[in-house]
């Protein structure tokens, strides 16, 4: 770590939160490869998905607590004993691990979903952080829909819950609602006015109905908060989570005005990306920043000339440092293996001489019928012809 810069832990909710984005749904061996993708990013705590949900779930947060090292797993359960069995269950062979509780606090949530009052919320959400605390040491509490509720029962939820033992507190903007400088005001209050506020850790979690979850996410962080929940190319609920690719390139590239770091390998990005859209059957759109295909397009003659003189007129990143080759070779049915081959190798991918054998033929007749052939296509033969599972 950099000296002076505050570190920001990044935590991955692709495989539960992304999940939730409708038609994204996964197997459990998808999640299991994308897991491992994401530890090798530097993700450094990943949520694989909700135990309690659905066999299948809890089958892929099990084997991602065996098989995925390196980093923090996190069982996910509402404030519910056998929720929070089947999450401790699922993680209990994990490296190192958390759990991820939450309950609704709003009274929009209380009166309508929950049917509970404020007495009652206060009561189930002490007797459930202690009851995980028999269990896992690091225990994360979510005041559901937190930024439509009123500052003074968001303290009363808070403060119940540090006493218990929460040991972070997820302030989650759940549908959206909030405002860049509302978010970050927010923490600061909670910070500043919550007995007990001081001895634990924060953590941010937008959702973007608004187009506002990055913002408010890095918000979020001016305020002090050390962990942020995202997403791999924003996926999740409605209009999805804050992107992981986003936040860490703003981060990263902001960072000596901001002054904090993350643990994320850029040159990983665009792999998982790629990855996850194919996995989710969900296409990136053309000008999603960093990831989008347009990213690092310059079409108007006066960029392109400004560009050919020093890339930093109108470039404020490397995509080359972001795992997106910058001489995209337009392939097509007149390419030839060797470069097929180097574009793949670009994608991280090294094939042997039998997968290269049926990758080609592959190649050649999707090539046979469209005049180029494109990269999120390429992923898609790859991943046909190393690994099956991931389609
Ligand atoms: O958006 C949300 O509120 C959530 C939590 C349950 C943290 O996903
Ligand atoms: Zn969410």
Redesign the pocket.
């Known amino acids: 770590m950099e000296q002076g810069k505050r570190k920001i832990h990044i935590f991955d909710t692709t495989l539960r939160?992304g999940e939730q984005a409708p038609g994204a749904s996964l197997t459990p061996e998808q999640k299991l490869i994308i897991a491992k993708q994401l530890a090798h990013l530097g993700v450094d705590t990943i949520e694989p998905g909700f135990p309690i949900s659905s066999p299948g779930d809890y089958q892929a947060v099990q084997r991602i607590s065996r098989e995925v090292t390196g980093v923090e797993i996190c069982g996910f359960a509402r404030a519910v004993k056998e929720d929070i069995d089947a999450a401790v269950r699922a993680t209990q062979d994990a490296e190192r691990r958390r759990l991820h509780m939450?309950l609704s606090s709003s009274s929009i949530h209380l009166d309508f979903q929950l049917r509970k009052s404020r007495k009652q919320v206060i009561g189930i959400a002490r007797q459930m952080v202690a009851y995980a605390k028999h269990f896992v040491d690091r225990v994360e509490f979510?005041p559901?829909d937190a930024t439509r509720t009123g500052d003074e029962f968001l303290y009363e939820v808070i403060e119940a819950v540090i006493e218990e033992g929460a040991t972070i507190i997820?302030i989650?903007d759940?549908v959206g609602y909030a405002m860049p400088d509302e978010y970050g005001a927010m923490f600061t209050r909670v910070m500043q006015n919550v007995r007990g506020g001081r001895q634990v850790e924060y953590s941010a979690?937008c959702?973007n109905d608004l187009g506002l979850a990055v913002a408010n996410s890095l918000a979020a962080v001016r305020a002090g908060v050390t962990h942020v929940e995202v997403t791999v190319n924003g996926v999740g609920e409605r209009a999805g989570n804050c992107s992981l690719e986003e936040l860490v390139m703003a981060l990263e590239t902001r960072k000596e005005t901001i002054g904090v770091e993350t643990g994320i390998r850029p040159e990983q990005i665009y792999t998982v990306s790629q990855m996850v859209s194919r996995a989710m059957n969900f296409p990136i759109a053309f000008n999603k920043p960093i990831v989008g295909r347009n990213a690092f397009q310059h079409e108007a003659g006066i960029h392109q000339d400004g560009l050919l003189k020093n890339r930093s007129t109108y470039e404020i990143m490397d995509p080359e440092q972001l795992g997106i080759p910058r001489s995209m070779i337009i392939l097509g049915k007149h390419s030839g293996r060797h470069a097929i081959k180097h574009r793949v190798s670009q994608f991280g991918v090294q094939l042997d001489e039998g997968q290269m054998e049926s990758f080609y033929t592959a190649f050649k007749e999707l090539a046979d019928k469209q005049k180029v052939v494109h990269d999120h296509q390429l992923l898609k033969l790859v991943g046909q012809t190393v690994n099956e599972v991931l389609e």
Do not use: E, G, I, K
Request: proline share 11%; hydrophobic share 20%.
């Open positions: 939160d939450f979510s559901m997820n989650p759940t979690h959702h």
